[in-house]
């Protein structure tokens, strides 16, 4: 299985993205789980959202007005809906989760990052 992370980029204040996880690598997957993570210049890792079988949790109180988690099952795509953009929120983004295969099982993949940036 592979996850492919997308849709980042630059960006204005204000403006909007929607970041792209994408689970590959076999006919049949399900998305057990999935967490988006950031890491802020010179910052560790931090989780940003979870959606679990449909039900969805941001952590970050900046973050809850603002971004939304949503998944779509068929195509085994997850989406990060980041509105309202502030410079504080550039970062690299990484998707990691929990995905089911019948021949692999579940088991736990990173995708590499995309990068957001925004300009003031």
């Known amino acids: 299985v592979q996850l492919q992370a997308s849709g980042g980029g630059w960006v204005q204040a204000g403006g909007y993205l929607r970041l792209s996880c994408a689970a590959s690598g076999h006919s049949f997957i399900i998305i057990n789980r999935m967490d988006w993570y950031r890491q802020l210049p010179g910052k560790q890792r931090e989780r940003v959202a979870t959606?679990?079988?449909?039900?969805?949790?941001i952590y970050l109180d900046s973050l809850k007005e603002r971004f939304t988690v949503s998944e779509d099952s068929v195509k085994h795509e997850v989406y990060l809906q980041m509105n309202g953009l502030r410079p504080e929120d550039t970062a690299v983004y990484y998707c990691?989760?929990?995905?089911?295969?019948?021949?692999?099982?579940?088991?736990?993949?990173w995708g590499q990052g995309t990068l957001v940036t925004v300009s003031s």
């Open positions: 990691s989760g929990n995905v089911y295969t019948p021949t692999g099982g579940s088991g736990e993949y």
């Open positions: 959606t679990t079988r449909g039900a969805s949790t």
